[in-house]
């Protein structure tokens, strides 16, 4: 007897605590289910970043609204890709490589960091280096292209591999024509 308390107390208890809005019986419209992970792209080119002097480094700042009426929530994980190269393979397959940031260049002087961090508003990547930068290319500062996923809740983009972008973007259901395209020039 006491076995089948404890079964109906674990079974209402679940119940209870799975339950939440409306379930449509009460003349309210009920919740609708979630297809799965809900994402949004978007690539935005010529990309250009300002020397700071004073850190020794190099900035740029993209306000979310620019780009998207998609909110982002505090919680929410922003991926950024920087593009680097298109590659064409044997079958005239064309393809472009995308590399999930932050990144390390090695160059004789030392390296070179892009490195990404992101509010609620906008996402801002940095070059970070361990020498003088400011006479660093401006095929590295300028004219840069990068591609932004957006994913809600963090636990969400954890269950991925992130560094792929092509599985990132299938796992939200996001094809290439799906991408917002977005100049700065």
Not at 135 to 152: A, E, K, M, Y
Not at 159 to 165: L, R, T
């Amino acid at each position: 007897m006491k076995r089948t308390l404890l079964l109906l107390g674990t079974l209402f208890t679940i119940l209870f605590i799975s339950c939440d809005g409306s379930d449509g019986r009460d003349g309210q419209p009920g919740q609708d289910g979630a297809d799965g992970i809900q994402g949004q792209v978007f690539e935005v080119e010529d990309v250009d970043f300002t020397y700071i002097a004073e850190n020794n480094l190099y900035e740029t700042i993209l306000n979310f609204e620019d780009f998207t009426s998609f909110p982002v929530e505090a919680n929410d994980a922003v991926l950024v890709y920087q593009y680097d190269r298109t590659v064409e393979f044997n079958d005239d397959v064309v393809n472009d490589v995308w590399n999930l940031i932050p990144q390390t260049f090695f160059y004789d002087e030392g390296t070179v960091q892009f490195v990404p961090g992101h509010t609620t508003r906008d996402v801002e990547i940095l070059i970070t280096g361990n020498f003088d930068l400011s006479n660093l290319s401006p095929d590295i500062t300028q004219g840069q292209i990068f591609r932004f996923v957006i994913l809600p809740g963090v636990s969400a983009a954890a269950k991925m591999d992130k560094s792929n972008i092509s599985a990132v973007m299938n796992s939200i259901g996001v094809t290439e024509a799906d991408v917002k395209k977005v100049s700065l020039k």
